[in-house]
C-alpha cells in the first residue's frame, strides 16, 4: 500500500494508524510493543519517500519508548492520540452496547490524557508532534501546542460542528493577537520547565 501510494498524484503524506482500537487486526497490536512498531514502521519507511507521520496508541505503557521507537525506525512526525479502549455496558439488556463490545473513547473526556501523552512524546523525541484528543476550542488547541504538539488535529468536535476546525484555527489567532504572540511556533512547548519565565508574551 505504501508503495502504490507514493507514485500516486495527490497524496502529500502517508499517516500510518497503527492505533485503532475498534476493528479486529486493526493494528492495535503494533502499539502494543516497540518493536512491532518499528517493525512495522520500518517496513512503510522503506516502501515510500512520503513524510511518513505515525499515529501511536494511548493505550500503551510508555508513550516516551514508543515515540523513541518510531523516530529511530524512520518517522517524520507522530500523532497523538487515537482512541482510548472504552466499554458501555447496557444494564437492561446486560450486555455491552456496542456490537464489538469495546469501543474508541474520543473527545473532552480525554483531553488530560492526550495532553499528557502530547507531553511526554514531544518531549522524548526531535521530530514534530500532531497532538489530538478532545479539542474543541482555540484554547484547547493553545493548550496541546504548549504541552509541545507542532500541529493539532480535531475529530470528534467535528461530529458536533463540522466547522469546529475554522473555530478552533480562529481561537488559536484570538489567543495569539491577544497575548501579542507572533508566531504559533512561539507557544510550542511554552509550558514545559526550561520554557518557564520565558513566556512567548
Ligand atoms: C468515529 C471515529 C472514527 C475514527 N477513525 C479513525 C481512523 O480511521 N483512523 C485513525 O487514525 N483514527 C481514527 N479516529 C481517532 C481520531 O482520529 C482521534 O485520534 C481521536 O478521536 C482523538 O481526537 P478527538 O477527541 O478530537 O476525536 C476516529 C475517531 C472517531 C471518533
Given at each position: 500500500?505504501?508503495?502504490?501510494?507514493?507514485?500516486?498524484?495527490?497524496?502529500?503524506?502517508l499517516?500510518?494508524?497503527?492505533?485503532?482500537p475498534?476493528?479486529?487486526?486493526?493494528?492495535?497490536?503494533?502499539?502494543?510493543?516497540?518493536?512491532?512498531?518499528?517493525?512495522?514502521?520500518a517496513?512503510?519507511?522503506?516502501?515510500?519517500?512520503?513524510?511518513?507521520?505515525?499515529?501511536?496508541?494511548?493505550?500503551?505503557?510508555?508513550?516516551?519508548?514508543m515515540?523513541?521507537a518510531?523516530e529511530?525506525?524512520?518517522?517524520?512526525?507522530?500523532?497523538?492520540?487515537?482512541?482510548?479502549?472504552?466499554?458501555?455496558?447496557?444494564?437492561e439488556?446486560?450486555?455491552?452496547?456496542?456490537?464489538?463490545?469495546?469501543g474508541g473513547?474520543?473527545?473532552?473526556?480525554?483531553?488530560?490524557?492526550?495532553?499528557?501523552?502530547?507531553?511526554?512524546?514531544?518531549?522524548?523525541v526531535?521530530i514534530?508532534v500532531?497532538g489530538?484528543?478532545?479539542?474543541t476550542?482555540?484554547?484547547?488547541?493553545?493548550?496541546?501546542?504548549?504541552?509541545?504538539?507542532?500541529?493539532?488535529?480535531?475529530?470528534?468536535?467535528?461530529?458536533?460542528?463540522?466547522?469546529?476546525?475554522?473555530?478552533?484555527?480562529?481561537?488559536?489567532?484570538?489567543?495569539?493577537?491577544?497575548?501579542?504572540?507572533?508566531?504559533?511556533?512561539d507557544?510550542?512547548?511554552?509550558?514545559?520547565?526550561?520554557?518557564r519565565?520565558?513566556?512567548?508574551?
Amino acid at each position: 500500500m505504501a508503495a502504490r501510494l507514493d507514485r500516486a498524484e495527490g497524496v502529500a503524506a502517508l499517516e500510518l494508524n497503527i492505533s485503532c482500537p475498534n476493528v479486529k487486526e486493526g493494528g492495535i497490536a503494533f502499539s502494543a510493543s516497540p518493536e512491532a512498531a518499528v517493525r512495522v514502521t520500518a517496513a512503510v519507511r522503506d516502501r515510500t519517500r512520503l513524510p511518513l507521520i505515525v499515529k501511536l496508541s494511548p493505550n500503551t505503557g510508555d508513550i516516551a519508548a514508543m515515540a523513541r521507537a518510531v523516530e529511530a525506525a524512520g518517522a517524520d512526525a507522530i500523532s497523538v492520540i487515537n482512541t482510548l479502549v472504552g466499554l458501555a455496558i447496557d444494564a437492561e439488556r446486560a450486555r455491552p452496547v456496542l456490537g464489538n463490545t469495546f469501543g474508541g473513547l474520543s473527545g473532552p473526556a480525554v483531553k488530560p490524557v492526550a495532553l499528557a501523552m502530547t507531553w511526554n512524546a514531544a518531549r522524548a523525541v526531535r521530530i514534530p508532534v500532531i497532538g489530538m484528543g478532545g479539542i474543541t476550542t482555540g484554547r484547547d488547541a493553545v493548550e496541546f501546542l504548549m504541552a509541545g504538539a507542532s500541529a493539532v488535529a480535531v475529530g470528534t468536535a467535528t461530529f458536533v460542528d463540522p466547522l469546529a476546525p475554522v473555530r478552533v484555527i480562529d481561537g488559536i489567532a484570538a489567543f495569539m493577537a491577544g497575548k501579542g504572540v507572533a508566531r504559533v511556533g512561539d507557544l510550542v512547548g511554552a509550558a514545559w520547565p526550561e520554557r518557564r519565565g520565558a513566556r512567548p508574551w
